[in-house]
């Protein structure tokens, strides 16, 4: 069979079944490993080696812990099959009564430097390559060990069995919801990779800071494709850092150039549940008046051989369709999508929607009136820095649903505010 010409043989290699490919998961974030059974065949001749190398090194997970192991299995014509490499980022694990602790600053300035270092690396392996290599990144996952859906199975069942028998307690995601992945200052210098040809950032159970998307998209310079999802309801708290919208629109700008085709952007940030609260605005405080994402946003809409663009579910005002102050009327050369799911707030905290006047105004939905399950005096803010005490921290769920705008539960804006709407058709 060997004699048979290379072409005929990868043909017939395409039709072994390689076990892995739609192999059942218990969840989509909790990875089992899973035996492929393609690699006894390229033991069989040099042909055949290539013939199965092309198929299992077309797509390739790997986690940082392993990456500097399996980089060097990546070479030669390789990374020529390579198009698509899933990346996910392990940050350091936390002892076993830590999952009642809220995450400290101590953790997360390990957790930021885990995550610089695991980029860094990274990137440091993939500028050494062959520029004529090409493929698709994917960075898939942030997490430890220790985070939900990550603990070994049968520990993570255990966990849960003890805490609904009350003989554990556990925070679960709530142990870093307020914590940001970052990348720190020295991940400024990272290398630009034009061999990226495509690049996604999924939405992770951690956050990732809306900057350190921006600037991996800006590293990937020659990327036809840009997928980021982010999630913004750190700007829905009381007194919280707006800068991070406005760090992250900065970056987004320069996005804007010949090489993207395509950019699709989910940035959650959830509207009140209470359609009686009134929002924060989640603009800067210095220009309340200015929404820079928008602005950014509009800037990329411009780039010469985009042809589509996707934006769901964003808080976005009029500047993304023509920024005040400019003359004449923007154009897109290629566009040829563009759509936005647009969230039912403003940036500035208003809304675009309200009461249908034909509608009843129930006596429980009266904007002062009492609810019956509201949470009793004595009910306490959650503590988002704890010590290192063993007592277990208290996730106080409902005060912290009351104070973003989210308890009571009152919907009844469905009709869109003509005097806001108004605004983007001027």
Not at 39 to 68: D, G, N
Not at 356 to 367: K, T
Request: aromatic letters at 10%.
């Amino acid at each position: 069979m060997d004699s048979l010409p290379q072409e005929l043989i990868t043909l017939i290699a395409s039709f072994i079944e390689r076990g892995d490919e739609h192999a059942p998961q218990s969840s989509p974030w909790y990875r089992e490993p899973i035996v492929s059974k393609l690699p006894p065949y390229a033991t069989i001749s040099q042909k055949w080696q290539l013939a199965i190398e092309c198929r299992t090194f077309k797509s390739i997970h790997l986690t940082s812990a392993e990456l500097l192991e399996r980089a060097q299995t990546l070479i030669g014509l390789r990374r020529g099959f390579l198009s698509t490499l899933i990346y996910d980022v392990v940050l350091p694990a936390y002892e076993d009564h830590r999952c009642a602790k809220f995450e400290t600053a101590e953790e997360m300035d390990a957790n930021n430097e885990a995550f610089t270092c695991a980029i860094q690396t990274l990137f440091d392996i993939l500028k050494t390559w062959d520029s004529r290599c090409s493929f698709r990144l994917i960075i898939s996952d942030i997490y430890s060990p220790m985070d939900r859906k990550h603990r070994p199975a049968e520990k993570e069942k255990e966990d849960d069995w003890n805490c609904q028998l009350g003989k554990r307690y556990d925070l679960w995601e709530h142990r870093y919801e307020h914590s940001l992945i970052r990348l720190l200052k020295h991940a400024n210098h990272l290398p630009d990779l034009p061999i990226i040809s495509s690049l996604k950032m999924r939405h992770y159970h951690r956050h990732l800071e809306p900057r350190a998307a921006a600037l991996l998209a800006v590293k990937s310079q020659q990327a036809n494709v840009i997928k980021i999802a982010l999630f913004d309801n750190q700007s829905r708290y009381p007194n919280n850092d707006q800068s991070a919208r406005y760090d992250f629109a900065t970056i987004v700008s320069k996005l804007c150039r010949p090489s993207l085709h395509e950019f699709e952007l989910k940035y959650y940030l959830e509207d009140p549940s209470n359609h009686y609260f009134s929002p924060s605005s989640i603009l800067l405080s210095s220009e309340p008046s200015v929404d820079h994402l928008s602005i950014a946003l509009h800037t990329l809409s411009l780039s010469q051989n985009l042809t589509s663009l996707c934006l769901e579910p964003v808080v976005i005002s009029p500047s993304i369709y023509w920024p005040s102050g400019l003359a004449n009327p923007p154009t897109w050369p290629n566009l040829r999508r563009y759509s936005i799911e647009f969230q039912m707030t403003t940036p500035d905290g208003q809304w675009y929607f309200v009461r249908d006047p034909c509608e009843p105004v129930d006596d429980d939905e009266q904007e002062d009136s009492p609810d019956p399950d509201d949470p009793p005096s004595t009910d306490s803010d959650s503590v988002i820095l704890s010590d290192d005490s063993l007592a277990p921290d208290t996730y106080r769920g409902r005060r912290m649903a009351v104070g973003i705008g989210d308890y009571p539960i009152r919907y009844f804006r469905t009709l869109p505010d003509d005097a806001e709407i108004a605004n983007y058709e001027a």
